[in-house]
């Protein structure tokens, strides 16, 4: 499938809300810690948000209350694989997104079929503790050569500034959380986002800063 070229995460359907208007076309929706209720009220939020905006919702994790609000798309790291019900998912038409880190790891996801393969941290990150150590430049490419026809997500660490590195490299599609979302300007900066993948999905890349 092919995929916006820009992919921002956001912890909060107010976060959806203020982002959608930029032009933003693919977001995940990624909650840690909340009730059973309070995760079914977000993504219901985002879920709606989205389909009035002609957006795409992916949900983080959290499959069976994606699945049981009609949501289409999940995106799940590979410790939600232990207990995902992959053929229950692919049964109601879900699409799905699935980390990787290693060689490992990217043969596990291969043979569930996914989407999407995320490929990452590809800079250091302050996001999370990571198991694993930037990936870098390189390993985009050979993922994407590994994965073919398939589309390729990098994340992590990834600013404006290199945002076209990334692109050029081979990711199909570069995903965003801090460079946005701790943005003094969320909304001016995730617009700056788009217009750059733009750029460079039409081969004139434009300098708009680090």
């Not at 207990?83 to 290693?102: L, N, Q």
């Not at 990098?154 to 490299?169: C, N």
Request: aromatic share 4%; glycine share 10%.
């Amino acid at each position: 499938m092919k995929l916006p070229r820009v992919y921002p995460i956001v912890e909060t359907s107010e976060w959806v809300r203020r982002l959608l208007p930029a032009g933003v076309r693919l977001i995940q929706l990624r909650i840690k810690e909340h009730t059973t209720e309070e995760l079914r009220a977000e993504i219901g939020a985002a879920k709606a948000l989205c389909a009035r905006a002609g957006a795409q919702l992916v949900v983080n994790d959290h499959w069976q209350l994606a699945m049981e609000e009609g949501c289409d798309f999940v995106h799940l790291g590979q410790g939600d694989l232990e207990a995902a019900d992959v053929p229950a998912m692919r049964r109601a038409g879900m699409r799905i997104g699935i980390s990787t880190h290693d060689e490992a790891e990217l043969e596990r996801a291969l043979g569930l079929a996914p989407d999407y393969v995320a490929l990452g941290p590809i800079y250091p990150t302050v996001l999370k503790v990571m198991a694993f150590g930037p990936q870098g430049l390189t390993r985009i490419g050979q993922w994407k050569r590994r994965i073919g026809e398939r589309a390729l997500v990098a994340i992590g660490g990834i600013t404006l500034g290199r945002l076209p590195g990334v692109l050029i490299a081979g990711a199909d599609c570069a995903a965003v959380v801090t460079d946005i979302v701790r943005s003094p300007h969320p909304e001016a900066r995730v617009a700056a986002w788009l217009v750059t993948a733009d750029s460079i999905s039409s081969g004139e890349p434009r300098g708009t800063g680090a």
